[in-house]
T-cell receptor, first 114, second 112 residues
Framework: GAGVSQSPSNKVTEKGKDVELRCDPI?????LYWYRQSLGQGLEFLIY????????KSGLPSDRFSAERTGGSVSTLTIQRTQQEDSAVYLC????????????FGAGTRLSVL | RKEVEQDPGPFNVPEGATVAFNCTYS??????FFWYRQDCRKEPKLLMS???SGNEDGRFTAQLNRASQYISLLIRDSKLSDSATYLC?????????????FGTGTRLTVIP
């Protein structure tokens, strides 16, 4: 597909379990972002990958959160020992990293921690 | 202090009305600016970029005021389908670090 693809679209898990969320960016986009959006709230930046540079992890809320990007393409966001406050929509976006750097978003993964 | 600030609204306007939103940004070195639209339970999508000279796309007009560090979005002849949250986005272009900052959004509801 031509757009940013995220999976799963919905994830229900029990408190304390680990979850992995996947993002497949637009082909050729070197920049990839993860955001979190709680119900009725704005976007909360989590982590940013740009090419081969070290990722900007300044938005990760705790050490339970980690992300990697393999081969400069697909990214996985991992949340360990999930808590109820982790319930949110996790959005991934990609961009060329150049010029006006317009971001294109995936449809998100809706995470519910019971 | 937030990088980007917006009035959260909600703005409730009748069909056909003209409505304007403002957004202020804190970094005077910011280089590119955007308005995104987010429908309920959907992902944000680019509405329009905001150029220094201002730009118009149909019923939508965006303007940038660098001296006062704000951007605006004007919607004329509002339609029911314009109901959404409008996000202001500013790119500060810091190499190697997150350089895109989103406002929390302004919610617009167009009423029949």
């Amino acid at each position: 597909g031509a757009g940013v693809s995220q999976s799963p679209s919905n994830k229900v898990t029990e408190k304390g379990k680990d979850v992995e969320l996947r993002c497949d960016p637009i082909s050729g986009h070197t920049a990839l972002y993860w955001y979190r959006q709680s119900l009725g709230q704005g976007l909360e930046f989590l982590i940013y990958f740009q090419g081969n540079s070290a990722p900007d992890k300044s938005g990760l809320p705790s050490d339970r959160f980690s992300a990697e990007r393999t081969g400069g393409s697909v990214s996985t966001l991992t949340i360990q020992r999930t808590q109820q406050e982790d319930s949110a929509v996790y959005l991934c976006a990609s961009s060329t990293g150049l010029g006006w750097d317009i971001q294109y978003f995936g449809a998100g993964t809706r995470l519910s921690v019971l | 202090r937030k990088e980007v600030e917006q009035d959260p609204g909600p703005f409730n306007v009748p069909e056909g009305a003209t409505v304007a939103f403002n957004c202020t940004y804190s970094n005077s070195a910011s280089q590119s600016f955007f308005w995104y639209r987010q429908d309920c339970r959907k992902e944000p999508k680019l509405l329009m970029s905001v150029y220094s000279s201002g730009n118009e796309d149909g019923r939508f007009t965006a303007q940038l005021n660098r001296a006062s560090q704000y951007i605006s979005l004007l919607i004329r002849d509002s339609k029911l389908s314009d109901s959404a949250t409008y996000l202001c986005v500013v790119n500060e272009r810091q190499t190697g670090a997150n350089n895109l900052f989103f406002g929390t959004g302004t919610r617009l509801t167009v009423i029949p």
